[in-house]
């Protein structure tokens, strides 16, 4: 997956532009909603890409964000973007979403991963999700719907991976009820389907993606993370 996404932000650079993502202006525009407090909040952004939504959200709530990706074409430009801000409240890693040791963040915020990653692979990052993330700490996703029109049936579908296909990359579309099994370790406080056109090198696409945010519930209630029975 990495050689893929480098190969694609070497060919394409700032592919979605310089515009936030749907997830980041979720967040800047519902901060009361959801809760985020006047004094700075520990913030790690999965698969920040080029570092437009980190960026953003630095600028709009107090804040200290890393962002990490795999692609290292995609962390050096973030890093070339950060260097034109002031303050140095945002810093990027090149990694793994699995390495970070780090726990305790405030909030974990993934925009636009969970659709692009196998099984497993979503599986890996909903454990350094839960990990990472405090008790009571805000998580927020977005990812594709099944309804989306970009994706829904176009490629080869996946055997035993369903409402997922292979046409130039992979992509797995999500059901409401998935998500809501899938995200289990939080209370889940908002749930939603978000229409919207998506800017992209060459022209636009039209996506209904899903934006889930919820509060991590206390660490008892996850024994196993403790090797307990």
């Known amino acids: 997956m990495q050689m893929s996404w480098d190969r694609q932000y070497g060919q394409d650079g700032h592919v979605w ?6 997830l980041a202006l979720f967040v800047v525009e519902n901060r009361r909603r959801l809760g985020l407090p006047e004094e700075p909040v520990d913030i790690l952004d999965v698969g920040c890409g080029y570092g437009r ?14 962002g990490i990706d795999s692609s290292a074409n995609a962390i050096a430009m973030a890093r070339e ?18 390495e970070p040791a780090a726990a305790g963040y405030d909030i974990v915020f993934m925009a636009n991963l969970y659709q692009v990653l196998r099984p497993d692979e979503r599986r890996r990052l909903r454990d350094a999700a839960r990990r990472a993330l405090r008790p009571g700490g805000l998580l927020l996703l977005s990812t594709l719907s099944v309804n989306d029109p970009e994706h829904r049936g176009k ?9 997922s296909f292979v ?4 992509v797995h579309l999500c059901t409401k009820a998935e998500l809501e099994a899938d995200f289990d370790f939080i209370e889940i406080g908002g749930l939603f389907e978000h229409e919207y056109d998506e800017p992209r090198a060459g ?10 945010w919820g509060r991590g519930r206390a660490r008892e209630t996850h024994a196993e993370d403790e090797g307990m029975e």
């Open 167 to 170: 046409d130039e990359k992979y």
């Open 17 to 22: 532009g310089e515009r936030p993502g749907e």
């Open 155 to 163: 490629g080869r579908p996946v055997e035993n991976d369903a409402n």
């Open 53 to 66: 939504d980190a960026l953003y959200i630095s600028r709009s709530i107090p804040c200290r964000i890393l």
């Open 81 to 98: 973007l950060c260097g034109r801000e002031p303050g140095g409240s945002v810093e990027f890693h090149c990694c793994d979403f699995g």
């Open 203 to 212: 022209g636009k696409h039209h996506h209904i993606s899903w934006i889930l």
